[in-house]
């Protein structure tokens, strides 16, 4: 009779948890797919179908595949690229010479403009072969001050050919009627800008180098720590990071790039608290580059710059250069002076208190009649310790934060295993039932 109870009592609890964990398996499903997912930026395919005539041999009926990327979200008034990806082409005849492909897209921006039309100067073709490798060729499309909602990009007419030797081009032709949607906003980075940063790299004026024929549309996305305190006549130190993105142009090594010891010296533009207009720091290579490789990973860097008054110091990102030496690097790279995220903080007065010096009392002595003593007294002085300020040298340590949040994943597995046993207390129930 007492292990009856016991059966029982054990069935009506398996069975309260199990309808309890099936509604933590309910509030959990709907949690997980509410999770917003991370922006990723605008892409969209178009087909186009190739003529003869020119350097290249396309296959029959076969058209080639356009990848057309931007950034998911721009401000108004703000420039952003459009990298325009061409697949890989064959040569009607081996290359005498290095060679490089080039391309012409014609479209049409509504709610903005195209800022640099025309020809433009893409993948690289090696001397001998007779194909070139999957490159991109990047457009800069201005967003109208006035616009609202989005800035839609047509793509139209493609000319392919060569950027020397002949001058003959294939003309390729899209029947795609969609186009690639850049919606406005506040742009990537949020606030008063975009993080992601624009840059024009190239090796020093007079250098001959086969990895920059030209100059290379390189978007990295630039993200500063500032310090979360600081004072004024005091180091505040700023943690630069810089990631590569896919949607323009690569980064690659040039061919002076140095065999060991190479740097990435960052520089930040500075207002307010009478802090400096620029200041640069650098960061190692930890990996060997070779010449002509890609650079995929670019190496974090610490800033400090030193305000002279009390204030709010504003920083945006400035230019970059690679090699060992700032001042003669073998690659450089121009960020735009406008349409970047600006980052803030606050810089307090000075706490440190000012030395103080305590002078000594002299001490007279009065002489007596019959005898005279003379008595020297010394007095030394105190001195009150100083007390020194301690100025944070660097900002709060950073993370992730948490903003994906809590994994409801491990809810729902300890709800499934209450549902199995609330299963088990069921058939306990209706086995004594019919026993009864």
């Known amino acids: 009779m007492l292990m009856s109870q016991v059966r029982r009592r054990l069935a009506h609890t398996t069975s309260a948890l199990g309808l309890m964990s099936a509604l933590v398996i309910s509030v959990c499903s709907v949690f997980i797919m509410a999770t917003p ?27 080639i595949t356009v990848t057309l990327s931007a950034p998911d979200s721009v401000a108004a008034g703000q420039t952003f690229d459009l990298t325009v990806n061409i697949p890989a082409l064959t040569l009607a005849q081996p290359a005498t010479a290095n060679n490089t492909v080039q391309a012409t897209l014609t479209m049409t921006a509504t709610g903005g403009s195209v800022s640099d039309p025309g020809a433009k100067s893409g993948p690289t073709i090696a001397s001998g072969q007779n194909a070139s490798q999957p490159g991109n060729v990047v457009y ?51 606030g008063n800008g975009t993080d992601i940063v624009a840059y024009v ?43 590569i993105q896919t949607t323009g142009d690569t980064l690659k090594a040039p061919q002076n790039w140095p065999a060991s010891g190479a740097k990435l010296f960052a520089t930040i533009k500075a207002t307010g608290a009478g802090a400096p207009a620029t200041a640069t720091g650098e960061g190692s290579f930890t990996t060997t580059i070779q010449p002509g490789a890609d650079i995929t990973t670019l190496p974090s860097v610490t800033i400090k710059v030193k305000p002279t008054t009390t204030g709010t110091v504003s920083l945006t990102a400035g230019d970059l250069a690679f090699g060992t030496s700032s001042t003669s690097p073998v690659l450089r790279c121009t960020a735009p002076t406008t349409g970047l995220k600006a980052y803030t903080f606050t810089v307090g007065a000075s706490t440190s208190p ?35 300020s301690q100025t944070p040298k660097a900002g709060a340590d ?30 306990l129930m209706r086995r004594r039932s019919i026993k009864g």
Do not use: H
């Open 398 to 427: 950073t993370g992730a934060g948490g903003m994906m949040g809590p994994d409801g994943r491990l809810f729902i597995l300890t709800g499934t295993a209450l549902v199995g046993a609330a299963a088990v207390g069921g058939l």
């Open 140 to 190: 800069k499309i201005a967003a109208g001050a006035t616009t609202t909602t989005k800035v839609s990009v047509d793509p139209g007419e493609l000319k392919l050919g060569l950027t020397t030797g002949s001058t003959a081009t294939a003309t390729c032709t899209t029947a795609s009627t969609e186009v690639l949607d850049v919606a406005i906003g506040t742009g990537n980075g949020g």
């Open 37 to 63: 997912t991370p922006a990723s930026a605008a892409s969209k395919q178009f087909s186009y179908t190739c003529g003869t005539g020119g350097p290249f041999t396309f296959t029959a009926n076969t058209p």
């Open 201 to 243: 790299c190239d090796v020093p004026t007079g250098t001959t180098d086969t990895n920059y024929p030209t100059e290379a549309d390189v978007d990295i996305k630039v993200v500063m720590t500032p310090p979360t305190s600081a004072t004024a006549n005091a180091d505040a130190s700023i943690t630069w990071t810089g990631t």
């Open 354 to 388: 000012s030395p103080t010096t305590t002078s000594p009392t002299p001490t007279t002595t009065s002489p007596r009649p019959t005898t005279t003593r003379t008595s020297t007294v010394t007095v030394t002085p105190s001195s009150s310790p100083t007390r020194k």
